[in-house]
């Protein structure tokens, strides 16, 4: 058995659902991609993006005596449909992906026992490993990698996994013989752009993400526009619209991580109970999860925001509570709620 052969094994005994390989220099188109998505705006706040680029668009440059890229997929299907919990206008949609542990941490060290056991193998055998933590872009090295291909919701997606799965990265020294890229499977289908509440995709394989409510609910500080609170509805962390709707998630496998099962408290919490946490309740509740990252301000805002989109007129009092509050961003989504409700 080859040395890749018995690297995916391993791989597959750790956990990981699908193993590709791809050379660092697979993705000769990212960097024209990645300049033009900076030039023209598209990525808001987030300036880590327009920082690095030379090591983002070009993962030789990152690690020149990288000479494989070892890409992995980690399943987190749901065990419910995400979209229903939007019609429960008094409750919390939190995204599929955040209703328990940070994944950060659990691909990171799975990834980590996987290189350490490709260490094992030969004598001056090197690697790093990657999640969502250096200038690194997973999504086309896993496309070069045959894991799946970019929808037009820009996520990955794939045959035999649907699009609920997180990437890692393995950057090696040894020569892997690489996989087959994939190509686009989306047809003609139309359904993740159709559904996206705030029209964030300009055009099929784009996405503006100053109009994505996972930017806006995660990355963006201060207010949010106010012809885009209304389309937030409930959801306070996230979204999953897009992914939700894909038809390839009917060969979706099921989540085998336990830390990925949603919390009960997570599934549809109460506004009324999670715009009540102050500072300290809030670290205590999300310790542990990827919504501590946010703060607990910029969590009240959107929680704000979701109770202004209620309809509820008994959550009142609980916006009200927030109408002077120290942050000014609070304060200001405090008053959008009460006049909403009133």
Known sequence: MSLKDRLKQQALAEGFAKM????????????????????????????????????????????????SVIMLAEVYSPDHDPLETLKLRDRAAVSVYAQNRDYHDIVKKRLKRVGRWLIDQAEGVEIKVFVDTAPVMEKPLAQAAGLGWQGKHTNVLSRDLGNWFFLGAIFTTVELEPDQAQTDNCGTCRACLDICPTDAFPAAFQLDARRCISYLTIEHKGPVDEELRSRLGNRIYGCDDCLAVCPWNKFAKDATEL????????????????????????????????????GRDRFIRNVLYAIGNSEDAKLVNSALAHIHDSDPTIADAARWAVNRLS
């Open 20 to 67: 590709g390989i791809c050379t660092p220099d697979a993705i000769p188109q990212a960097p024209d991609r990645l300049n033009t998505y900076v030039d023209e705006g598209r990525h808001g706040q987030m300036g880590w993006m327009a920082e690095r680029m030379t090591w983002r668009g070009n993962p030789s440059a990152l690690w020149p005596e990288a000479r």
């Open 259 to 294: 830390r990925y099962a949603a919390r009960d408290d997570l599934r549809a919490p109460a506004l009324s109970e999670l715009v009540a946490l102050d500072d300290a309740a809030f670290r205590a509740k999300f310790s542990g999860s990827p919504i501590k990252r946010i």
